[in-house]
């Protein structure tokens, strides 16, 4: 339960509107916002994990947040290569597409989280 503490913390609470919309960008600027999330995000684990295990969790979160690894997995189920709306198709609303979105990101990041807590 913790775990899942520290994620909402970390990706919500502690994530700012500038990070969230420029963390994607292939920009310096985009890597900063990416680095600079990843880094925050990952601070609550330090009380429940080890350090080993909060660097994992950094690396794992960056390479999932900067090169959306979630969009090209919906993508990749779906059959798709248009990101317009989220890697579904255009007859999905936007806000259901936008919220399968953030499930599917939210999912893979506390599964990962859960494994690395776990194996190290």
Known sequence: MMQLFCHLIGD???Q????ALNKKKNTLSGYYYCLLHCLLYS???LFIATNQAVLWIFISH???DKWDLVGR????KN???D???FGFEHDRPFPVAIWLYIIHDNSLHIILNY??????
């Open 12 to 14: 919500f609470w502690l």
């Open 16 to 19: 700012t509107d500038k990070m």
């Open 43 to 45: 601070l609550p684990f």
């Open 62 to 64: 960056f390479i999932i």
């Open 73 to 76: 997995m919906i993508q990749f």
């Open 79 to 81: 059959g798709t290569k």
């Open 83 to 85: 990101t317009k709306n």
């Open 115 to 120: 494994l690395i807590i776990t194996s190290l």
